[in-house]
């Protein structure tokens, strides 16, 4: 294991390294408080820690991220598990989200994949069937941005293979997001 030293320096530079990014990540940051505006809704997705980002995201819209404002729509296709091993038993585990989001997504509407990898299949048939029914998708992914990234029509990639790292930088994205929510909304 890592030293703590190392650990946290690695953080640092990737937090650096992010720098450049930073006009992609604004963009991605309109396009959540742009959906929300024009009366539409957040789906979010992802496997493991990246379904708990999911979630993290869409609590903190549905609910209160740190002002009250009203309740903004968002659904985390990986929060209900019934509906996920239905489509994992009846279909298989790749279309997990691509079900929902032809069951939910709507033109306008914008999927917010998380992959640490960008190659989770489930993502991406996701993205490719939203892309069919006119949701926007925003990929938030790790190391090269894999198979995702040709998917998605916007992503922010961070580009470092621990994926630790890769999800302590989608934690600081989805608080950007969450940031310029409320900017938008808390008057």
Same mark, same amino acid.
């Given at each position: 294991m890592p030293s703590l030293t190392q650990q946290l320096k690695e953080l640092g530079d990737l937090v650096h390294a992010m720098e450049s990014q930073l006009p992609g990540v604004e963009a991605a940051a309109r396009a959540v408080v742009e959906t929300l505006q024009a009366g539409n809704k957040i789906l979010a997705c992802g496997n493991g820690g990246s379904a708990s980002d999911a979630m993290h995201l869409v609590e903190e819209l549905a609910g209160r991220y740190r002002s009250d404002? /009203?309740?903004l729509p968002a659904i985390a296709l990986v929060a209900d598990p &019934?509906? &996920?091993?239905?489509?994992?038993?009846?279909?298989?585990?790749?279309?997990v989200f691509s079900r /929902?989001?032809?069951?939910?997504? =709507?033109?306008?509407? %914008?999927? $917010?994949g998380f992959s640490t990898s960008g190659k989770s299949p489930n993502v991406i048939r996701a993205f490719e069937v939203a892309s069919? %029914?006119? $949701? =926007?998708t925003l990929g938030l992914l790790g190391k090269d941005g894999g198979p995702c990234r040709d998917q998605a029509d916007m992503t922010v990639v961070v580009p470092h293979d621990n994926t630790a790292r890769i999800q302590e930088i989608h934690t600081w994205l989805l608080h950007v997001f969450l940031e310029a929510v409320e900017e938008a909304y808390v008057r």
């Open positions: 404002r /009203q309740a &019934t509906v &996920t091993s239905c489509i994992a038993n009846d279909w298989d585990f790749d279309s /929902q989001v032809e069951a939910h997504g =709507r033109p306008g509407d %914008l999927l $917010v069919g %029914l006119g $949701v =926007r």
